[in-house]
């Protein structure tokens, strides 16, 4: 396996909103918002709009991703709240992971400015497609169970705990790829795919696939590509991109509310009969040869190489844990600790059930933690940094 993780192709500045619900109290009421007005699929287009959006998804305690029409709604929203600015993206999150497992990587970026250049640890070196700054902030909101707002003719309550996001990025709609991108490669043992979710243009993202085919004929190999998917503002750009990349790829991640958009129903987590199949269905849309559906209460891996990734699985289940109970500052000590901790037992009899019922897969199950204050943002991204750092360590152990 070559030496380097190279990590794309995407990466963000982040807004992470702290939940206040006193503040969304006094802005439903200043604007008025209503029960029955609440939907999660209008267009956003003020602060209004991003409002009832936001209230939307809490009533179903969901995640989600969503197009914003101007960084200036995010600007105005985030202005009543406390929050932090943090570096986001798949790629940049995984590789932060990494950072703190001692795993170094190279990100690929197609935008920058002084917010990335002071939170990228020196450990991460990046190549970057931008001739100059510009900043389009994520929006992200956080949001607990049991998160309670007041309108004026009823409540909101959330059932779960989850995280939205919300952007107008111009430079990953673009998606412009660093010219040195194939140089790099060369020597990569690992290149994570994901960041196409937000590009609009279906004429621009045909031809950025096709430059990253190019690119990635460079790749050792036996490189491993991952792709991570996400929720993708235009809902069949997920299918070009599969039709595209998926022969190339290796492992193909995603997490529940992907699985459930993809069979455009629920499923119950938990019932052995209904995962196994969605699981059967999803792999029918996307037969891949490792395809990982990473959830709250389990992680499976279903396909003809599933079988091969059972440390990365477990390595991506500890270290997402990690990261909902300790946040950010996570460390490999934390990881280790978090092994001792019990794990889900629904999850545990499910994945037992699964492995069982379909011949090949492998799943870990998830922990149960009982946190005052989880980390919901970016445990899917995280997930994948776990996993990559598995998968390197279970290559060294060879």
Known sequence: MGRTLVLGLGGTVDYELKWDSSVFDRLAHAHGVRRHELTTTAPITDERSLLVAVLAFVASGTGAERFVASSEVIEDFVSHFEHAITLGGTGVRAG???????????QHLVSIDDNVRRLLPDTISYICSATEDTLDPHLIVQYPVGAHVRLTDGDVLSPAPNRLIFANDPPNRRMLLATDLPTTLADAGVFLVS?????????????RLAEVQGAMRSLPDDALVYYEDAGFYTRDFADTVRRRLLPQIHVYGM???????YLGRAVNLLDTDDVIRALRAVHAIIPARALVVHTRYWAIAIGPDAARHGAALDSAVRVAATRYRVGDGLTAADVDDT??????????????????????????????????????????????????????RSKENV
């Open 195 to 207: 960041g196409f979710n937000t590009m609009q243009d279906h004429d621009l993202l045909e031809l």
């Open 255 to 261: 997490n529940e509310d992907e699985l459930q958009e």
């Open 96 to 106: 932060l992971v990494l950072d703190a497992l001692g795993i170094p990587s190279v």
């Open 339 to 392: 092994d001792a901790m019990p794990r889900h037992g629904g999850g545990e009899a499910l994945v037992a059930a699964v492995e069982a019922g379909l011949p090949g897969s492998v799943g870990v199950a998830a922990f149960s933690l009982d946190v005052a204050t989880p980390t919901t943002v970016g445990l899917g991204d995280t997930f994948v940094g776990g996993f990559l750092a598995g998968a390197v």
